[in-house]
């Protein structure tokens, strides 16, 4: 993002743009800082966009040699469309354009091995863009927060995080929900976030599995419920258990084996925010426990996928069977 950031700054573009990565805020941001910073905001006459897998390459081909109109540059915006995990023309068609035909691309998936990539990485820019750690989402909310003139202490804006996830386009809705909420004062509490702020799937299946450790199994099963009432499927909600299954054994694993925050952060890919609640998590199952719930959890997956019981039973019964005291 830092070469991105000075390209738009000094206006000096290069021809392509490569941006992927997980976190949809960023990539779209920086899409549009770099389509109206070469283009600018109003020039519609030299700006195409294609999206989806079956674009017409020919027509990107004849697009990118038509000269741009009243302008010094044409742009193309190409969005996931695949094309960096297949061969194809576009390498010759890159190579072709003329210099006035300026390309973005963004894909949430590349293989670095592909033709279009290593011409990018060459000739342009590539940028990866998944989701800030937790003193950068720190960061973002304090941003956010100020142009209203309210603030957040450190310990308020860990919960927040809790019950909004990392995904930064959530949070900003949530920022949004709250400074209207609160109105004339200054400080958003935690009774504000309790009141105002709509738990994401992550959160809820923390809850869950808290209750699953304590065998809670009334609060285990409601939680349950309340998932379906906003039509979270079944196996999408027993994929996130099983996930979270793999979480905890690695992380009370990697704890048991002294290692710190950062490291766990690093080898399982979670939050350093996270990292304190999985660790606590975990003293709630033993090693074997965590083992027998990803194998019982994995057969309850390929009895679902083969039919052989419904996905709400199925999950439910994983449950059940796991909050039983």
């Keep these: 993002m830092k070469s991105i950031k000075e390209d738009i700054k000094t206006g000096s573009f290069k021809q392509f743009y490569l941006l992927y990565g997980s976190e949809a805020y960023l990539l779209k941001l920086y899409r549009d800082k770099l389509r109206d910073g070469i283009l600018g905001k109003s020039d519609q006459m030299n700006y195409s966009r294609f999206e989806g897998k079956d674009i017409d390459l020919k027509e990107v081909n004849d697009i990118a040699q038509t000269l741009p109109f009243f302008n010094e540059k044409r742009l193309i915006l190409i969005e996931n469309s695949g094309l960096f995990k297949v061969q194809s023309d576009l390498s010759e068609i890159l190579k072709n354009a003329p210099d006035s ?154 704890a048991a084996n002294g290692y710190g925050t950062s490291l766990i952060t690093q080898k399982v890919s979670i939050p350093a925010f996270t990292v304190g609640k999985y660790i606590s998590q975990s003293r709630n199952f033993t090693k074997n426990q965590l083992t027998y719930a990803l194998k019982l959890a994995a057969d309850t997956e390929e009895q679902i996928k083969t039919g052989r019981i419904h996905e709400k039973i199925g999950t439910e019964l994983l449950i059940i069977q796991f909050s039983s005291k």
């Excluded at 603030?151 to 019950?163: G, H, Q, S, V, W």
């Excluded at 009774?191 to 994401?200: G, S």
């Excluded at 906003?230 to 299954?245: A, D, N, Q």
């Design 101 to 254: 035909t300026f390309f973005i691309f963004v894909e949430n998936e590349i293989d670095k091995r592909n033709k279009v990539f290593k011409l990018i990485k060459d000739r342009g820019s590539i940028s990866e863009m998944n989701g800030l750690d937790e003193k950068n989402l720190k960061l973002f909310i304090g941003s956010l927060l100020k142009p209203s003139g309210k603030k957040i202490t450190m310990n308020t804006a860990d919960y927040l995080l809790e019950r909004t996830g990392t995904d930064m386009e959530n949070i900003c809705n949530e920022i949004d929900k709250l400074i209207s909420y609160t109105g004339d004062r200054d400080i958003i509490t935690l009774e504000d976030i309790d009141e105002i702020v709509t738990p994401q799937i992550t959160g809820k299946i923390f809850q869950m599995m808290d209750a699953i450790g304590l065998k809670q199994q009334d609060r285990a099963l409601s939680l349950y419920y309340d998932l379906l009432s906003v039509r979270e499927r079944p196996s999408h909600i027993l994929y996130l258990i099983m996930r979270h299954f793999n979480i905890l054994l690695q992380v009370k694993e990697l």
